[in-house]
Nanobody, 122 residues
Framework: QVQLVESGGGLVRPGGSLRLSCAASGNIFNDNVMGWYRQAPGQQREPVARVTSDGVTDYEDSVKGRFTISRDDDKNTVTLQMDSLKHEDTAVYYC????????????????WGQGTQVTVSS
């Protein structure tokens, strides 16, 4: 089992910044992907940013150039630095860990944090 403990989030004005952090513990596979998803009211949960165990990053188009994802494998943490925040960034943000067994991506299992509210409002 894997547990994900999130911190950060809150209320920020447009143009401001927030930093989300997530600490993972438990059975973390060597081959994994850590990332952040978000879900706005009336919307589907969507990936925001992900980083593989090899350090390859991927961002949703609307956050490119504004958000930065990083991971610290010594501490089993992943961080999302969010700058130049906009109203449309308002959502519940979820930490995610994808364990990939035996190199078979199709058999991976996703673990989720509890979610943290990010509200961008003037």
């Amino acid at each position: 089992q894997v547990q994900l403990v999130e911190s950060g989030g809150g209320l920020v004005r447009p143009g401001g910044s927030l930093r989300l952090s997530c600490a993972a513990s438990g059975n973390i596979f060597n081959d994994n992907v850590m990332g952040w998803y978000r879900q706005a009211p009336g919307q589907q949960r969507e990936p925001v940013a992900r980083v593989t165990s090899d350090g390859v990053t991927d961002y949703e188009d609307s956050v490119k150039g504004r958000f930065t994802i990083s991971r610290d494998d010594d501490k089993n943490t992943v961080t999302l630095q969010m700058d130049s925040l906009k109203h449309e960034d308002t959502a519940v943000y979820y930490c995610n860990l994808e364990n990939i067994p035996a190199g078979v991506r199709e058999w991976s299992y996703h673990y989720w944090g509890q979610g943290t509210q990010v509200t961008v409002s003037s």
